[in-house]
Structures are given as C-alpha cells and as structure tokens.
C-alpha cells in the first residue's frame, strides 16, 4: 500500500508533527544538554556563550531558503520531500562529525562551526515542512495541525535536552550523539517512505515515462518571476494587513518578557531561581498546551475567529496585571498571571500560522510563509529593542494598560483581513494559465 500524504489525513498529520519534533532536538541539544556539559567540563561562560549564538543565526535568516525551495527541486519525488531528506541527511551527518572532535573543550571554534551548520539544515528542514503544510493541508485542518506541530517542537526539545542531556550524564558525549543520529535517521524514514502526492517516486530514477501529480503543481520558471510573484502577493489588502499583525504581534511579549522579571526580582524580591522555575519549567508546559488549544479551536471556528480570541486573551491578560497592581506582592497571584500569559502567547502564535498558511499563494508558498515568519522573528527582536523605552514611559501598571492598548489595535487590523482574498483573486490567475504561474504584471484572463 503506497502512503500518500495528500490523500491520507491521518499520515499527513502524524508526518508534519514528527518532523517538528526533528527540528527541536537538535535545538535542545546544544542549548541544554550540551550547555551543560560544556559547563561540566569547566569551558568558559564566553567560550559556551560562542556555541549557543550559533543556534540563532540560521533561523534570523531562514528566509534566503524560500526562493529556493519554490524555485528548484526534483519534482518526480515531490516538491518539498528531496528538501527535507537532504536537511534530515545534512542534520545526521554534521552532528556525527562531532564525535570525531578529539576534545571539545580544546575545540570550541569547531563545535561552534558544527552548531552553526546543524542548525543551517534544521532551519532548512523548517521552511521545507512548512511549504509542505501549506501545500497539502485543507483549510479546516491548518489550524489543528499547525497547534500539534508547534506542540511537538516541544516535544523534540525536551528530548534533545532532557532526555540526551542524562544520556551525556550517564552514558557519554558520543553515546548521547549516536543516539541522537539514530533519533534523527528513524524520524527521516517517515519522509523516506511516504510520497507527497500519488504518482510521486520514492527514490531518484528514471523519470521518462513516469508522471507525478507533484509535476503539475504550477511553480516559479525562475527566480526573477518568483519575486514577481511574491511582490503580487503582498499586493492584496488582506496579506498586507497580515503582515502589519505579524510585526506587531509579539512586540507585546517579548518587551515584558524582558520588562517583568527585572521589575520582579529588583523591586519584588523575587530570586533568579524563582523566576527560571517560573519561565523555564511551568511556563514551557503551559505554552504547549495553549499551542494545542489554539490549533484545535482554529480548526473548530477558523483561523481569522481564533487570531481575534487570542488577542483578546493578551489584551485580557495585561489589564489584569493592570488591575492588580496593589497584589503583585502576592506569589500566587503573580505566577498565575505569567502563566495566563505564556498559554496566550502560544495560543497566538499557531493561530497567526494558521491565518498566515491560509494567505499564501501556492506556486511561492515556501518564500510567502517563511516572509511572515521572518516578520514574526523581527517582532521579537523590536519587542525586546522598546524594552527600555517602554519601561521609561509610565509606571509599571500604565506600562501594562499600554500592552492592552497595542493587542487591541492588532484586533482592529484582523478585522480587515479576508482569508479567502488570495483564494478568490490569485489562484484564478494560474488557472486562466493552464496550470503555469502568471508573469508579474500579467492580469487574469
């Protein structure tokens, strides 16, 4: 029986989700497991600080695949799958590379160099899937697979943190990066043997009189016309407005997540500990729960329905800290207010992933995407940039009215937003083609 994903629901799922849980361990691995054994071995907090940057500048600039991934590839086999097997292989075969490292911490440059290179092919992998998702999910299941995706990036960093990090402990570096590989091998058979669409290859081979349901999926003839392409897109009214929520989003979180735990443990008294306990252990669980909630209650209402609740649940959420300021002496109270935040937060973002996927066009769906994610990216960081500021403007209380304020505006820019607009006036212009994109400029008809 031939495993095709577009005909099969329950495949098709099951597929996206174990791939974004590839895509996490690698993250935790360097980010927990091998922190730590690096602290262990006594390497110095610059020196550790020097690997760990290096998780980061894949993903800042994930965006320079998308052209790629639309633009080329090796259709008989798919148009995404050749993508992610090459970056399952690529992942394999550079952390197996560092067992070959004599010693790690007279190495640092190239365990930092390999960092960099694991996460060039897991950010790979990443725009792969998601152009995947774009490509072979229907509109009422976006959001529930877009809410068990991101869960299972939760999934895959506890085990490269948690789970190799007590296989470092007990039985090993190389040990822990065999298992790892073996982790990463098993997950790439489910690519391996599955086929995007029916007709498609398993593996390379003669193409001359094979035809593949994937070939006739209308992509970019070039590079030039990708751009064109993408340039259209971002020319509707409901992708534009899209784009102003996906910059402004997280603006909201990532400035309080820098704002609060100052104010908490300077003005509060809260200690480090209480605060990483708080943000790094009950706030992970809550964040994979309200990535799980958002996507089901996308798939129930829509996308558009769900953005709308989940910004109303920030807004809800800062005027709560606002109203009750006389009590953030109150332990309780005040954990249960971040932890309110952090399901929110997460809520949010599948439900932006679920709108976004709806609005991408599909010959340029992997560039479109990987655009909004980057906007998304770029959020974070002027979120964290207007820390300060923010924190400078009002007292602490008006500084949480202020977050409401912003959420709220967001809601008003979702209203505008048709998530059928490039449906009803973009996908007609490849059909008026006989299935070939249309040229920048070019008018339907």
Partial sequence: MKLILSENPALRLSTLCVLYAAQGIPDGFVRIALKTHLIAEGVSTDSIGTVIQMVSWPWAFKWVWGPFIDRYGYLPMGRRRPWILAAQLGMALTLLSMVLIPDLTASIGMIAAMVLLVNMFASLQDVSVDALAVDLLPPEERGMANGFMYGSSYAGNFIGGAVLGWCILRFGFSTAIATQVTLLMLIAAVPLFCRERRGDLLLPGPADHHHSRSEDVPHPSSLGQLFGLLFKAFSLRSTLLAAVLALGSLITVNSHLVIWPVHLQRELGWSSEQWLHLEGNLAIWCGLGGSLAGG???????????????????????????????????????????????????????????????????????????????MLNFSNGIGARLAGPIEQAFSMPVNHLALAALQVGLIVVVLGINPNQVRDELDPLVESNDGDPPHAGEAPG
């Avoid at 209650?297 to 649940?313: N, Q």
């Avoid at 109270?333 to 599909?362: D, H, I, K, N, R």
């Fill in 296 to 374: 089901l209650i996308a798939s129930a209402i829509g996308a558009k329905r769900t953005v709308i609740l989940s910004l109303s649940c920030m807004a809800a959420c800062w005027a709560a800290y606002y109203f009750t300021a006389d009590q953030w002496t109150n332990h309780t109270l005040v954990t249960a207010l971040f932890l309110a935040e952090s399901t929110a937060a997460a809520f949010l973002q599948v439900s932006m992933f679920a709108l976004f996927m709806g609005l991408c066009w599909s010959p340029i769906a992997a560039t479109q995407f990987t655009a909004y994610m980057a």
